[in-house]
């Protein structure tokens, strides 16, 4: 295809499969937003827009519009979409707001165009996420506190357990004589637990969480700045939070406040992975008591030779590197595989995972288990090195 012939392809739009991969993107981006309508005319001037169920979620589509074309191009299509697809309706109707079904795509779409809200709709916008984020502590926090706050030393008892380290069996036998026909229950007069083992803070190991905030990774940066509150809370581990784009934001100080610490990312832009981990890799400072989960779906804007350079010496300094390709409730995440396969044969582990394992998942790292093993049990599959699967949504 010639130039020529390209350009007007691009134009009118609809079929792509004689463009680039990144032709194709953009192609991809404007049909979204400049559709075909009612067939009353050709080319995208006179197409109606709708980012409907087959469409991208707003957060992936305006990520993609961010990274592909220049700002006052992105101000234009931005602006059209307000008028096209009724996102002023969203922005300027608290109300509205307020009765949409929150949930994690919503949290990534308010995120996403949270700049451009009047203030009158943030203090909405803030209270859906709240909402959001406390849905979320409520399901994950217990699981992942149980997960991590350290391994119980059941050769040991205690009278004054903690509520999670109480030896129910032991306790009932020894209380035996305090049972209350009345209530039919068993009221504990002393109670028998399992002692913690003490980690001196110098002891403690240290997980930095490094999160790709491109669009197409909104779920991924949601759940992950969740979990990183949650560990940031316990004791047991040092946690940081970074995510990038093409900069990078550091929140750990902001990690006590998870609303905040959303409210603080921006979704959508470009990729350069290798910066980021550059970024983190000075951050650590014991190697083996370092744990770096690089959540990102390996589409380097970068240098992608550095970056591979850079992840081996981590490796070999005794940092233990896990990919995630997507950390999300959602189906097969879309990736390089190329990259992933390259990664995957330097002995990383590479695999996306559900919220609802990574709990299991970190507590498995802090134990130095073998990831590949407690990948295989999960029914995880993960990247096999030479592997080339096809990087589909």
């Known amino acids: 295809m010639d130039e020529l012939q390209r350009r ?15 032709d194709a993107r953009i192609t991809a981006a404007l049909d979204a937003l400049y559709e075909p ?18 469409a991208p979620r707003v957060a992936k589509w305006m990520g993609d519009v961010r990274e592909c074309f220049p700002t006052p191009v992105v101000q234009i299509i931005q602006k059209d979409a307000f008028s096209r697809l009724g996102l002023q309706q969203m922005l300027l109707e608290p109300e509205f707001l307020a009765a949409m079904q929150a949930d994690v795509n919503l949290v990534a779409d308010l995120m996403s165009l949270r700049g451009m809200m009047p203030e ?26 149980e997960a991590l706050r350290g391994a119980l030393d059941r050769s040991k008892r205690t009278t004054r357990p903690r509520a999670a380290d109480i030896d129910w069996p032991r306790t009932i ?13 068993v009221v504990p007069e002393r109670l028998i637990g399992f002692a913690r083992k ?13 999160v790709d905030q491109s669009g197409s990774m909104a779920p991924s940066v949601i759940y992950s700045s969740i979990f990183a509150a949650v560990m940031a809370s316990l004791p047991v581990v040092r946690t940081q939070l ?17 609303v905040e610490v959303l409210f603080g990312i921006q979704l959508g832009g470009g990729t350069d992975i290798n910066q980021a981990v550059s970024y983190c890799a000075e951050k650590i400072q014991q190697p083996r008591k370092s744990h770096l989960i690089l959540i990102t779906d390996l589409c380097e804007g970068g240098n992608a030779d550095e970056l591979i350079a850079r992840l081996g010496r981590l490796v070999s300094d005794g940092v233990n590197v896990i990919v995630l390709l997507a950390l999300s409730d959602e189906g097969r995440p879309y990736y390089d595989a190329n990259l992933a396969s390259t990664v995957a044969a330097m002995g990383i582990a590479v695999f996306a995972c559900t919220p609802d394992q990574f709990p299991d998942l970190m507590a498995s790292a802090l134990r130095r288990e073998d990831i590949f093993q407690w990948a295989a049990r999960e029914d ?3 990247i096999v090195p030479g592997e080339t699967p096809s990087a589909t949504r």
């Open 8 to 22: 007007w392809q691009m134009m009118l739009g609809g079929q792509t499969e004689e463009l680039g991969e990144n």
């Open 37 to 54: 309508g009612d067939g009353s005319g050709g080319g995208r001037g006179s197409r109606r827009g709708g980012l409907g169920r087959s």
């Open 120 to 145: 009158k709709t943030k203090q909405t916008a803030r209270e859906v996420i709240q909402k959001v984020v406390a849905e979320l502590m409520q399901r994950l926090e217990r699981r992942t506190a």
């Open 173 to 185: 036998r020894a209380n035996l004589h305090q049972y209350l026909p009345q209530y039919k229950t």
């Open 198 to 210: 003490q980690r001196r803070l110098v002891d403690l190991d240290e997980v930095i969480l490094c």
């Open 242 to 258: 970074v995510c990038f784009d093409t900069v990078i934001l550091d929140l750990t100080e902001k990690l006590s406040d998870p």
């Open 380 to 382: 995880l599959k993960t």
